[in-house]
């Protein structure tokens, strides 16, 4: 139940401003993958030009090939929709639905495209993706209230069994902790290291140790100045990234000196 | 370096204390106009309420002179909003989520300056051609619906009837709900949206799943600032419909609205029937504060799950 992503020569567009240059990188299957980087190094974009986020921008486009499992899912006739279905994402912020009640929100991914499913198999489902997410001990009693009654930290792990109940192929996190509290946010990596066991996990992420503790491979984005395109300055194991990188460069940000 | 005494001279408070002041006064006066109305209105009418019944139009007291036209007022508001309602939603729905960005400019403006329409224009429009085109329509109507009460023949020839009315209001209450709900619709949080889009939703569903339920309590005030509309609009009724009895068909002349009926009447009244017509306003603005009083309670009815908390 996972892919992995095999990215070649991707060069992402808003309009006929270059966002991120030529990237080129290999995502393992059933591993978890962090890109670092300065704020505006092009590093979110990238992510989301994984499962076609990027497009809700007017103008955003994309040169190159994402292939996912071999299939390019920028070739002729790919919908989007069924990118992202294959292709969960957890965002920055954590947005369940307010409108709608714990378990909906869980079952919201799985009721698309008209898609019916008996209230048996709903229960189950909805079950198994808290538990997932490490969250239905503290939900299964009130299932039926609103989402966003829960804390951030528990919003976010809603968010994550949302993603996970329709069984993607690939988990996109995109600075899943940057509003969340250090103890939320451990509960979150510790269910990351959980997902990699059934799922690709990709997240992007601003604190270092985070990469550290979670990733087992690191890519480090870098920008060369305002106006300038993001660039992939180095992937590796996230061992190696951290202790011996080949670039000078991401020597100079893991060690936090910039230059 | 010098520290600034933490008791401040309350130099600094007099723009807070003059714009509270002025906000509390704003808010005074909204009271006060509302309660003198509403005072006015009670005591203007309680000649006609308290006169004996064969003193008052139609001989039979005031109650069964104003049901009919109370009826009538709310058959050509619901015609209005029945029309008016997903039309507006949609085109709103067009105008934020699906039309190109220079097409969009175009279309909001166009939809407000159906707005800035007098309403006498829309009357006579209705009138002199809407009413003409559309009896065609009424006649087969007539013939091919006819078991149903409200398409009971004969159609009326000219066409002036409350269902016409109910369309020339619709198209008036439409840029009002359009605008409304398009701004709402601008205002759903990005991040809603692409949860939904993230899911795989199309976008007709994450606009089911996100933009309408956080649009929900806008769309029903937009609705409910379009009924008051329809309510109390009177040239248009006035000039379309050719008023008479109540009568359960809408496509024969008849029925009569609150606001077209003071409209008509009050130039010549004179006495106990301005009293009357008084009464009749009184009703008319007693029907409106319960409309908004019912869409609060619609709208407060789902609170926990707004989104608000």
């Given at each position: 139940?996972?892919?992995?992503?095999?990215?070649?020569?991707?060069n992402?567009?808003?309009?006929d401003?270059?966002?991120?240059?030529?990237?080129?990188?290999?995502?393992e299957?059933?591993?978890?993958?962090?890109?670092?980087?300065?704020?505006?190094?092009g590093?979110?974009?990238?992510l989301?030009?994984?499962?076609?986020?990027?497009?809700?921008?007017?103008?955003a486009?994309?040169?190159?090939?994402?292939l996912?499992?071999?299939?390019?899912?920028?070739?002729?006739?790919v919908?989007?929709?069924?990118?992202?279905?294959?292709?969960?994402?957890?965002?920055?912020?954590?947005?369940?639905?307010?409108?709608?009640?714990?378990?909906?929100?869980?079952?919201?991914?799985?009721?698309?495209?008209?898609?019916?499913?008996?209230?048996?198999?709903a229960?189950?489902?909805?079950?198994?993706?808290?538990k997932?997410?490490?969250?239905w001990?503290?939900?299964?009693?009130?299932?039926?209230?609103?989402g966003?009654?829960?804390?951030?930290?528990?919003?976010?792990?809603?968010?994550?069994?949302?993603?996970?109940?329709?069984?993607?192929?690939?988990i996109?996190?995109?600075?899943?902790?940057?509003?969340?509290?250090?103890?939320?946010?451990?509960?979150?990596?510790?269910?990351?290291?959980e997902?990699?066991d059934?799922?690709?996990v990709?997240?992007?992420?601003?604190?270092?140790?985070?990469?550290?503790?979670?990733?087992?491979?690191?890519?480090?984005?870098?920008?060369?100045?305002?106006?300038?395109?993001?660039?992939?300055?180095?992937?590796?194991?996230?061992?190696t990234?951290?202790?011996?990188?080949?670039?000078?460069?991401t020597?100079?940000?893991?060690?936090?000196?910039?230059? | 370096?010098?520290?600034?005494?933490v008791?401040?001279?309350?130099?600094?408070?007099?723009?807070?204390?003059?714009?509270?002041?002025?906000?509390?006064?704003?808010?005074?006066?909204i009271?006060?106009?509302?309660?003198?109305?509403?005072?006015?209105?009670?005591?203007?009418?309680?000649?006609?309420?308290?006169?004996?019944?064969?003193?008052?139009?139609?001989?039979?007291?005031?109650?069964?002179?104003?049901w009919?036209?109370?009826?009538g007022?709310?058959?050509?508001?619901v015609?209005?909003?029945?029309?008016?309602?997903p039309?507006?939603?949609?085109?709103?729905l067009?105008?934020s989520?699906?039309?190109p960005?220079?097409?969009?400019a175009?279309?909001?403006?166009m939809?407000?300056?159906?707005?800035?329409?007098?309403?006498v224009v829309?009357?006579?429009?209705?009138?002199?051609?809407?009413?003409?085109?559309?009896?065609?329509?009424?006649?087969?109507l007539?013939?091919?619906?006819?078991?149903?009460?409200?398409?009971?023949?004969?159609?009326?020839?000219?066409?002036?009837t409350?269902?016409?009315?109910?369309?020339?209001?619709?198209?008036?209450?439409?840029?009002?709900i359009?605008?409304?709900?398009?701004?709402?619709f601008?205002?759903?949080?990005?991040l809603?949206?692409?949860a939904?889009l993230?899911?795989?939703?199309?976008?007709?569903?994450?606009?089911?799943?996100?933009?309408?339920?956080?649009?929900?309590?806008?769309?029903?005030?937009?609705?409910?600032?379009?009924?008051?509309?329809?309510?109390?609009e009177?040239?248009?009724?006035?000039?379309?419909?050719?008023?008479?009895?109540?009568?359960?068909?809408?496509?024969?002349?008849?029925?009569?609205?609150?606001?077209?009926?003071?409209?008509?009447?009050?130039?010549?009244?004179?006495?106990?029937k301005?009293?009357?017509?008084?009464?009749?306003?009184?009703v008319?603005f007693?029907i409106?504060?319960?409309?908004?009083?019912?869409?609060?309670?619609?709208?407060?009815?789902?609170?926990?799950?707004?989104?608000?908390n």
């Amino acid at each position: 139940m996972s892919k992995r992503i095999d990215v070649k020569d991707l060069n992402v567009y808003y309009g006929d401003f270059l966002a991120v240059e030529d990237v080129t990188i290999n995502i393992e299957a059933k591993s978890v993958t962090a890109f670092i980087g300065p704020s505006g190094c092009g590093k979110s974009t990238f992510l989301r030009t994984l499962n076609r986020m990027h497009e809700v921008l007017p103008g955003a486009r994309v040169e190159g090939e994402v292939l996912l499992d071999g299939d390019n899912l920028y070739g002729p006739g790919v919908d989007p929709v069924t990118v992202r279905s294959q292709i969960g994402m957890v965002f920055q912020r954590p947005n369940p639905f307010p409108t709608m009640s714990i378990r909906d929100n869980v079952l919201a991914g799985v009721k698309l495209n008209n898609k019916k499913i008996s209230k048996g198999e709903a229960d189950v489902l909805v079950e198994r993706s808290l538990k997932g997410a490490n969250l239905w001990n503290e939900v299964k009693d009130r299932l039926e209230k609103p989402g966003s009654g829960l804390s951030g930290g528990q919003q976010q792990r809603l968010c994550i069994a949302r993603a996970i109940a329709v069984e993607p192929q690939v988990i996109l996190m995109d600075e899943p902790c940057s509003a969340l509290d250090p103890i939320s946010t451990l509960a979150i990596e510790d269910l990351i290291n959980e997902l990699k066991d059934q799922y690709t996990v990709v997240i992007v992420t601003h604190n270092m140790q985070q990469a550290a503790r979670v990733s087992d491979r690191t890519a480090f984005f870098n920008i060369a100045g305002t106006g300038k395109p993001g660039k992939l300055i180095e992937v590796g194991d996230t061992q190696t990234i951290f202790s011996n990188p080949v670039q000078k460069a991401t020597e100079d940000y893991v060690s936090g000196r910039f230059g | 370096m010098t520290a600034t005494p933490v008791t401040s001279t309350g130099a600094g408070r007099a723009g807070d204390k003059i714009f509270s002041g002025a906000a509390l006064a704003a808010g005074c006066l909204i009271l006060a106009v509302l309660f003198g109305v509403a005072l006015f209105l009670v005591v203007q009418a309680i000649p006609a309420l308290t006169a004996p019944a064969a003193e008052i139009q139609g001989g039979e007291g005031f109650f069964a002179y104003i049901w009919p036209i109370v009826i009538g007022t709310l058959i050509a508001a619901v015609i209005a909003l029945v029309i008016a309602t997903p039309i507006a939603i949609g085109v709103a729905l067009f105008i934020s989520h699906f039309a190109p960005r220079g097409l969009a400019a175009g279309l909001g403006y166009m939809v407000d300056l159906l707005a800035a329409i007098p309403s006498v224009v829309y009357g006579a429009w209705g009138a002199a051609f809407l009413a003409k085109e559309i009896s065609p329509a009424y006649n087969w109507l007539a013939a091919n619906m006819g078991w149903l009460p409200i398409f009971q023949g004969p159609a009326s020839a000219t066409g002036k009837t409350i269902l016409t009315a109910g369309i020339v209001l619709s198209v008036m209450v439409l840029p009002i709900i359009t605008s409304l709900s398009r701004e709402i619709f601008l205002q759903t949080p990005k991040l809603h949206e692409e949860a939904a889009l993230a899911l795989g939703a199309t976008r007709w569903e994450m606009i089911k799943m996100s933009v309408l339920p956080f649009a929900r309590p806008g769309i029903i005030s937009a609705v409910m600032l379009g009924l008051g509309r329809a309510l109390g609009e009177t040239m248009a009724v006035a000039l379309v419909l050719s008023s008479g009895a109540l009568t359960a068909s809408l496509i024969q002349s008849g029925n009569q609205t609150i606001a077209a009926e003071i409209a008509l009447n009050f130039p010549e009244a004179s006495g106990l029937k301005v009293s009357t017509l008084i009464a009749a306003g009184l009703v008319l603005f007693v029907i409106t504060l319960a409309v908004n009083m019912i869409a609060r309670w619609i709208i407060t009815r789902h609170k926990e799950f707004s989104g608000a908390n």
